[in-house]
């Protein structure tokens, strides 16, 4: 359990640093024409309501393990998976364009769950310029940690 606290902190750390606007032209996983603000013009991020503790608490209770333990019991190797996915907060704070980005190690169940998770997560607060707001890109990283054999 204090591995699963240390790698949240972890998390809500990294994840200020994780927060990359760019143009949507320029991802070659979507085709969508609206344009996501460029970083430079942002003067507000967009946040998880409540900020990085209310994500960490968020991701800790709504992370389903299973499939992911599972998974590491059947190649009956240890997993140390770091999943960074992508999405757009949308000018009204819905999640949008989510999908993997990168991992660090092959784990589909890991993949989708990483997928799921986001997609259950409540409307952000959105980005501003001014009083305006932006759809801007956000990067978050999830880590998955299981020992093999599994210990409880």
């Known amino acids: 359990m204090k591995l699963i606290s240390i790698l949240i902190l972890l998390l809500a750390a990294s994840t200020a640093f994780g927060q990359v606007p760019q143009n949507m ?3 070659s996983l979507n085709t969508d024409t609206i344009k996501v603000a460029h970083p ?3 003067e507000t991020d967009a946040e998880f309501k409540g900020g990085f503790d209310k994500l960490a608490k968020f ?4 992370l389903r393990q299973e499939e992911v333990q599972q998974w590491t019991e059947y190649r009956k190797q240890p997993l140390d998976n ?6 757009t907060v949308e000018k009204d704070g819905s999640l949008s364009n989510i999908h993997v980005e990168s991992a660090t190690q092959y784990c589909p169940p890991c993949n989708r769950e990483v997928i799921r998770l986001v997609k259950s997560m409540p409307k952000w607060k959105p980005a501003k310029k001014g009083k305006e707001r932006e759809r801007v ?3 978050i990283p999830i880590i998955f940690q299981f020992e093999y ?3 409880y």
Not at 82 to 87: A, G, L, S, Y
């Open 82 to 87: 770091r999943v960074m996915v992508k999405f």
């Open 149 to 151: 054999p599994a210990r």
């Open 25 to 27: 032209e320029k991802d």
């Open 137 to 139: 890109w956000v990067r």
């Open 59 to 62: 991701i800790v209770k709504n």
């Open 40 to 42: 430079d013009s942002i």
